[in-house]
């Protein structure tokens, strides 16, 4: 069964987020308090020359299973570490079509916009890091980003580790993520 294992949110900028007991999403606007919520871009290059477009980064979740991936190869990643807002276990995050609808708890909905485009500060928060979250599928030819999904509320409602998740995929044909 696919479960909400953490949720974090910081209502500064840096490249972790502390994990909390629960977190408030918001329709329209992302996580109560968490710095990249807004209608707008909130993400802090981005606002620079791109401060009126919409805000389709306002959840950022990961699945867990990427720390498991990780720790095999000798990297120590836990929940927020890596700036998301809410951690998943059981669900194939990078598997979901644009658009599918993630039920969060007994309230919270949270529609997929796309991939997390990883960015060099992974390298700063641990050396050689960038390399693991992304990789080269030898038949496409394309780079596989596996950093988790960004998304935005749907409809609000209170989100804490244990809850469980449940998947709307929409209307077929179904698009595939690009990063957003």
Same mark, same amino acid.
């Given at each position: 069964?696919?479960?909400?294992?953490? #949720?974090?949110?910081?209502?500064? /900028?840096?490249?972790?987020?502390?994990?909390?007991?629960?977190?408030?999403?918001?329709?329209?606007?992302? #996580? &109560?308090? +968490?710095?990249?919520?807004?209608?707008?871009?909130?993400?802090?290059? @981005?606002?620079? /020359?791109?401060? +009126?477009?919409?805000?389709?980064?306002?959840?950022?979740?990961?699945?867990?299973e990427l720390f498991d991936e990780l720790?095999?190869? !000798?990297?120590?990643?836990?929940?927020?570490?890596?700036?998301?807002?809410?951690?998943? %276990? $059981?669900? +194939?995050?990078? !598997?979901?079509?644009? !658009?599918?609808?993630?039920?969060?708890? &007994?309230?919270?909905?949270? &529609? #997929?916009?796309?991939?997390?485009?990883?960015?060099?500060?992974?390298?700063?928060?641990?050396?050689?890091?960038?390399?693991?979250?992304?990789?080269?599928?030898?038949?496409? $030819?394309?780079?596989?980003?596996?950093? $988790?999904?960004?998304g935005v509320v749907r409809h609000g409602g209170n989100?804490?580790? $244990? +809850?469980?998740?449940?998947?709307?995929?929409?209307?077929?044909?179904? %698009?595939?993520?690009? @990063?957003?």
């Amino acid at each position: 069964m696919a479960r909400v294992t953490a #949720v974090s949110s910081n209502g500064t /900028y840096s490249f972790s987020k502390p994990n909390r007991p629960s977190v408030m999403l918001l329709a329209g606007l992302g #996580v &109560e308090g +968490d710095v990249h919520a807004g209608e707008t871009i909130k993400h802090q290059f @981005r606002m620079t /020359y791109e401060p +009126d477009l919409p805000n389709l980064r306002q959840v950022h979740l990961i699945h867990e299973e990427l720390f498991d991936e990780l720790a095999a190869k !000798g990297f120590a990643v836990a929940a927020g570490a890596l700036g998301e807002n809410i951690t998943t %276990r $059981g669900v +194939d995050l990078l !598997g979901l079509p644009t !658009g599918a609808l993630l039920h969060l708890g &007994e309230e919270a909905v949270v &529609e #997929v916009t796309g991939l997390r485009n990883p960015c060099a500060k992974i390298n700063g928060f641990q050396q050689g890091l960038l390399q693991e979250v992304f990789e080269l599928d030898a038949t496409t $030819g394309e780079f596989v980003f596996k950093s $988790g999904i960004m998304g935005v509320v749907r409809h609000g409602g209170n989100v804490r580790p $244990g +809850d469980v998740i449940e998947v709307e995929l929409p209307v077929g044909p179904h %698009r595939p993520l690009e @990063r957003v």
